[in-house]
């Protein structure tokens, strides 16, 4: 049976519940939707440039994961196993599509994306949510009194 880390072994974003919660979950929200829209919908040309789809599947996996672990921090593996699934479905749907297709090269670079993003939830850039959470917080505090 393993203990549970005591609260100063804890970090400050585990400890301190976000007072602006619904605008993080909004913002990670409306990120996920681009992620799908620009999934599904018909984009016209696609990009010239071979690899340069792959940059854009793990860059928006790595930004997602990322913020959805800063958002939830005791959550993060859950967030990073429905990021995984969610690139798979995505490409998925892509095939019930007449103008997109399926990659499941894709799907890796999502992945790969995903554990980017569980890394960087290992460095202090897992602060900054919290920080710009007390930033503003603070200030609003400050115009209501």
Do not use: C
């Not at 939707?33 to 940059?55: E, H, M, Q, R």
């Not at 670079?109 to 917080?137: C, E, F, K, M």
């Amino acid at each position: 049976m393993s203990a549970k880390p005591s609260p100063a072994a804890q970090s400050a974003s585990d400890r301190q519940r976000l007072k602006l919660l619904h605008w993080w979950f909004a913002l990670g929200a409306a990120m996920v939707a681009f992620v799908i829209a620009g999934s599904l919908l018909n984009v016209g040309t696609p990009v010239p440039v071979t690899g340069v789809d792959k940059v854009q599947h793990t860059l928006a996996y790595t930004a997602m994961t990322w913020w959805w672990g800063m958002v939830q921090p005791r959550r993060k593996y859950a967030w990073a196993i429905a990021m995984v699934a969610l690139g798979g479905a995505l490409e998925w749907g892509q095939s019930l599509t007449p103008y997109r297709h399926m990659d499941w090269a894709d799907a890796v670079y999502n992945t790969i994306g995903v554990a980017a993003g569980l890394v960087l939830l290992l460095t202090p850039a897992r602060h900054i949510v919290p920080w710009l959470d007390r930033q503003i917080s603070d200030r609003l505090d400050a115009r209501a009194s």
